[in-house]
């Protein structure tokens, strides 16, 4: 999402310090911080994913702050 973010923001030409607009690097921080409030995409937060700070795969507490942002218990 942030990729396409930045593409459409170069091909309208509404990116660029320079010209005193948004970075792309501020507008893929803006689609990151979509998709983590916006109720159906339920992107974990950093901070529920602070706790998997073991060795080994995070996948599985993605998993559980995406079933948390969503109402649901595995």
């Known amino acids: 999402m942030a990729l396409l973010v930045k593409l459409w923001s170069k091909a309208a030409g509404v990116c660029g310090a320079q010209s ?3 970075t792309s690097y501020a507008l893929a921080l803006l689609a990151v911080y979509f998709l983590q ?9 950093l901070d529920d994913l602070s706790a998997c700070q073991v060795i080994g795969s995070v996948a599985p507490c993605v ?12």
């Open 20 to 22: 005193r607009n948004l």
């Open 37 to 45: 409030v916006h109720p159906d995409f339920g992107l974990p937060l």
């Open 63 to 74: 998993a559980r702050a995406a079933a948390a942002n969503t109402g649901l218990r595995h």
